[in-house]
DNA sequence: TTAAGATATCGATAGTTGTCAATATCCACA
DNA sequence: TGTGGATATTGACAACTATCGATATCTTAA
């Protein structure tokens, strides 16, 4: 709050008018919350940069766990909230559950916040 | 989890392999979050979205109570959160307070998403 | 079939958050 | 100076969430 042009400006402007419609819809601002809600947190955030940036493009769940520093099924948990966002995707090969990346969800989010 | 690919493929990556660097420290993952834990509620999004949209550039606090359909001071609660987030900034006039997006901000938060 | 290991789920708990009524604060105007 | 109105803060409460230990599920190998 920095500069101090009262009465003037502040009554130059129609104030408290009628209720426009929203831009953002009710519906959508709940899927994208539900989205964005996924990203709030950092344990999220970090693992999210890890599967984003695996060399070979997957990364095998137990790789997740030791460099994450929480317990195993908190981690298990974030991945569920990750993928269930739609942010990863995974596979289960034998014993192991490969995870991935997909970037165009990723990206519709990032367009939504243009 | 589709494909059934198992031992053969499962076997041929090394797994649970050592602890490599996560590219996104914990420091900016707790900045992060944050940004995307102000943007994680509809009622935040619809706000930011009224907001960023105003013919004007900016929107008195007075216009967004009704619209939203929730109390004033719930309102106030949010726009508190937005403007903390740094995505959005305010001026008080008078007896209104005037609130406009701050877009590179935006933008800055969209482009971590890539 | 049994054993061992990887991952997911369950149950419990502490901490956080959205909401509102009540109240405080701030400002213009009479 | 005091009154009315706009916005912010407080206090309280219900709902949600991150976390972990214990346990269940699933898969391979012996």
């Not at 419609?21 to 940069?49: C, G, K």
């Not at 493009?57 to 739609?86: N, R, W």
């Not at 596979?91 to 990032?110: D, N, Q, S």
Request: hydrophobic share 45%; aromatic share 6%.
């Amino acid at each position: 709050m920095a500069p101090k042009n009262l009465k003037a400006e502040a009554v130059s402007k129609v104030c408290c008018g009628k209720a426009r419609d929203i831009p953002l819809s009710e519906r959508d601002a709940d899927e994208l919350a539900a989205v964005f809600t996924a990203l709030s947190d950092p344990v999220r955030l970090r693992l999210l940069s890890i599967i984003s940036s695996a060399s070979e493009g997957e990364v095998c769940a137990c790789d997740l766990v030791a460099p994450i520093g929480k317990s195993q099924p908190t981690v298990s948990h974030h991945l569920k909230i990750l993928f269930e966002a739609g942010l990863v995707d995974r596979e289960k090969r034998g014993v192991w559950v490969w995870y991935w990346a997909v970037p165009e969800r990723i990206k519709a989010v990032a367009s939504r916040l243009r």
